[in-house]
């Protein structure tokens, strides 16, 4: 464990660096040109920060630290797909992803070491689940890719290993910062946070932020997404549907995007497509299909280019908007769902239910 007992400037927002340049007797702009420093030009040597006065400068590099994480690994892809491994004080592991493209880079972020929620054809969720990422580990992840890009990424997904709603107020901060105008200033439509739908955490959600919602959904009725998403258990269909409904206040501009991973023989049916049609009439919605991206010893396989298609099309037909992604970084396994780090003393275990149980479902 880190034995540093410096502040970490990384898990303060603006209102926190004003706050604490206050204790030490100096106007709150001081604060916020700190933070300035930090985020928006990924700044970690203080005496850099010329605006500053210097005894701030040197008071800071004795009493605090700013905790960006440690890249172990940079592996890049044939399609320009970066996946780096990152890791913190403690040895624990992450992944996060860069996908950059002509006019935009989407980063896709890490909340959790590991993940606890199971989801059947996620590689994170076979290696287990040790901790929650604090408010600064996430952001670091973020200043990491505006350090190595030489600008903020232009979109951000809370879409890599952990559920993002199970760490919800460091989560929410740190979506706070991403949207701070004197950080990496992301509009609501460009920061997105995945959700496999922890319905309460969706309703609180909406209260304290605004950001865009996408829902891990993957079957399109609650016998099947019981055995693909266990949470479904717990907070099935006929919660989930109501609470994305309300997370969109009323605005008939906004959608949720549902990710929906295709599964050969699984999931990927015509009578599927009917279901989900009918399940998700009356919701704006954005359907997203996913590819599934095999992973050793997940059991599945990836619908045919035809089947995918075809399924597209019966929901464009009945007019959901509805798109293929196009698969990014399978070659170096920074695909969707293909994300691992490094778990270490792993508090839970993946529970496998058989494959073949997937029958009596479908």
């Not at 049609?277 to 619908?303: D, H, M, Q």
């Amino acid at each position: 464990m880190n034995a540093d007992q410096r502040i970490d400037l990384l898990n303060l927002d603006r209102a926190e660096c004003e706050a604490l340049v206050g204790t030490w007797g100096l106007k709150p702009f001081h604060g916020r040109n700190l933070f300035k420093w930090i985020h928006k030009h990924a700044v970690l040597d203080f005496n850099a920060m010329t605006d500053l006065p210097k005894q701030l400068r040197e008071r800071l590099a004795q009493e605090t630290r700013i905790g960006v994480p440690n890249m172990v690994v940079e592996e890049p892809s044939a399609d320009g797909t970066i996946k780096w491994a990152l890791q913190f004080d403690d040895g624990q592991r992450i992944e996060t992803v860069l996908i950059p493209e002509e006019r935009r880079s989407t980063l896709c972020v890490s909340s959790q070491v590991g993940c606890a929620l199971e989801c059947r054809f996620c590689a994170t969720a076979r290696q287990g689940f040790n901790r929650n990422l604090s408010a600064g580990e996430i952001i670091g992840q973020v200043w990491h890719a505006t350090h190595r890009l030489g600008r903020a990424p232009t979109n951000v997904v809370m879409m890599g290993m952990g559920e993002p709603l199970a760490n919800f107020d460091a989560v929410v901060k740190a979506m706070d910062v991403m949207q701070d105008d004197f950080a990496y200033m992301l509009a609501k439509q460009r920061l997105t946070l995945s959700t496999s739908g922890i319905v309460p955490r969706i309703q609180r959600l909406a209260e304290v932020s605004d950001v865009s919602l996408a829902v891990s959904l993957h079957a399109p009725d609650n016998a099947l997404r019981d055995q693909l998403v266990p949470i479904n258990q717990k907070y099935p269909l006929e919660q989930l549907i109501p609470a994305c409904r309300a997370f969109l206040r009323g605005d008939k501009r906004r959608r949720i995007t549902w990710e929906y991973v295709m599964l050969d023989g699984v999931n990927d049916s015509d009578r599927h497509a009917k279901a989900l049609i009918r399940l998700l009439e009356g919701t704006p919605s954005k359907v997203n299909l996913i590819p599934f991206n095999p992973f050793p010893g997940s059991g599945f396989n990836t619908s045919p280019p035809e089947r995918i298609d075809a399924f597209r099309m019966r929901l464009t037909r009945s007019g959901l908007v509805t798109t293929t992604r196009k698969t990014r970084g399978d070659q170096i396994a920074a695909a969707c769902g293909q994300l691992v780090g490094r778990v270490r003393d792993r508090s839970r275990r993946h529970i496998s239910v058989p494959v073949n149980s997937l029958a009596r479902a479908r």
